[in-house]
């Protein structure tokens, strides 16, 4: 994916227009990160000692819309995606033999499915709840969009180590 093919937000817009717009940027920049390398470069963990990959972000971050979209807002109760050794454990990180062809399949798909959740929401108001707290689909979309400019950071320098590529 080139810059100019993420989806710029909007500039002037209502709050929902500009906060789904700027996840959706977030989401394309991610997606820009990681065009055009290897299944090997994607999976290189390019930073020693940490487990930090490419492909350990997109699986994360697939596990991040999954979390706070389905199971928070619409209460789905859906299963971990990499489920880990022990239980209740994710092995989103373990990139090792990990298919970058099915992460990307299931990032777009919970990216849809979140997108269709706030779509159908008629407020931002909505709340749902983990455990005994309630957030509203404000704060999660808020905290999306932080989710991934902090990771498109990681991924930023994951790729400039990986392949010299450097920008936005």
Not at 33 to 61: F, I, M, N, W, Y
Not at 70 to 87: D, F, K, Q, Y
Not at 98 to 109: K, M, S, T
Request: proline residues 4%; charged residues 25%.
């Amino acid at each position: 994916m080139q810059d100019h093919e993420r989806t710029p937000p909007p500039l002037t817009a209502d709050e929902r227009a500009t906060l789904t717009g700027l996840l959706q940027f977030q989401r394309d920049t991610l997606a820009m990160k990681c065009a055009g390398l290897t299944a090997d470069q994607l999976r290189e963990q390019a930073v020693a000692p940490s487990t930090l990959s490419l492909l350990g972000l997109v699986r994360h971050l697939a596990t991040v819309e999954r979390g706070w979209f389905r199971n928070v807002i619409a209460a789905e109760r859906a299963a971990l995606l990499w489920p880990g050794a022990a239980a209740g454990e994710s092995a989103e990180w373990e990139v090792g033999s990990a298919d970058p062809d099915e992460a990307f399949r299931v990032w777009n798909e919970e990216c849809e499915h979140s997108r269709a959740i706030v779509d159908a929401a008629e407020s931002l108001d909505l709340t749902g709840r983990h455990g005994d707290e309630a957030f509203s689909l404000r704060y999660v979309l808020g905290h999306m969009v932080e989710e991934y400019a902090r990771h498109n950071g990681h991924a930023d320098l994951l790729r400039e180590r990986l392949d010299g590529v450097t920008g936005e």
